[in-house]
């Protein structure tokens, strides 16, 4: 089945910094999102993406929609210890006829700690 | 507008206990979601409905699991003759349908389970 591979595994990095983490598959997506999730919560919607190219800022948050559709790209500026969290990527795909598949396959996802 | 909730947000039971979750959707959310997601691990599709129609169900929803969404709001997840192996965090989201047929899926809180 599809899988998602996500790197890096963790990050440690001071306040102040920028952070880039990746997501990576072997087969194609039609829609790629990423997700934050703090310990005991829910994955909170950060990002989504709808076409193979574009590039989607929120807030200090970018993330890019890979041209083979195989990837995707999460870039997070100037951080601040509330960026502290687990970052998930997550891709779907679409039924034939366009109408969007449900399901979504996750990442494993990328730690993120953030040095005051 | 309130967000997923689900209820309890913990549980701890017995192994060979019957259990039940419940989610509620945003309201006006067609679609519902239900994920699994253990320690160190991103979130794994269960099975979703849209309105009351339960769509897919994956492989990894044996016939202890069973899910209902009878009137298209609330949904619930049961799992009977609980096992140590069903120890994790059930994940519930809901979604609508958006521009291009995309659906951007929300997630609730969760449920804890621990099985002993």
């Known amino acids: 089945g599809q899988q998602l591979n996500q790197s890096p595994q963790s990050m440690f990095i001071q306040e102040g910094e920028d952070v880039s983490m990746n997501c990576t598959s072997s087969s194609i997506f039609n829609t790629w999102l990423w997700y934050k999730q703090d310990p005991g919560e829910g994955p909170v919607l950060l990002i989504a993406?709808?076409?193979?190219?574009e590039l989607t800022s929120n807030g200090r948050l970018t993330a890019q929609f890979g041209i083979t559709r195989k990837d995707s790209f999460l870039n997070i500026s100037a951080s601040i210890p509330s960026d502290v969290g687990i970052y998930f990527c997550a891709g779907q795909t679409l039924r034939a006829g366009g109408t969007s598949y449900g399901k979504l396959t996750f990442g494993q996802g990328t730690i993120l700690t953030v040095h005051p | 507008d309130t967000g997923v909730s689900q209820n309890p947000r913990h549980k701890i039971t017995k192994r060979g206990q019957n259990v039940t979750f419940r989610c509620d959707p945003i309201?006006?959310?067609?679609?519902l979601y239900w994920y699994r997601q253990t320690l160190g691990q991103g979130p794994e599709f269960l099975t979703y409905f849209q309105n009351e129609a339960q769509l897919e169900k994956s492989r990894l929803l044996s016939d202890r699991f069973s899910a209902e969404r009878p009137k298209g709001s609330f949904s619930t997840l049961e799992i009977q003759r609980t096992e140590q192996g069903d120890s994790a965090m059930y994940l519930c989201a809901s979604s609508f349908p958006g521009t291009s047929g995309t659906y951007e899926q929300y997630f609730g809180p969760g449920t804890r389970l621990t099985v002993t």
């Open positions: 993406l709808y076409k193979a190219g």
């Open positions: 309201s006006e959310h067609n679609r």
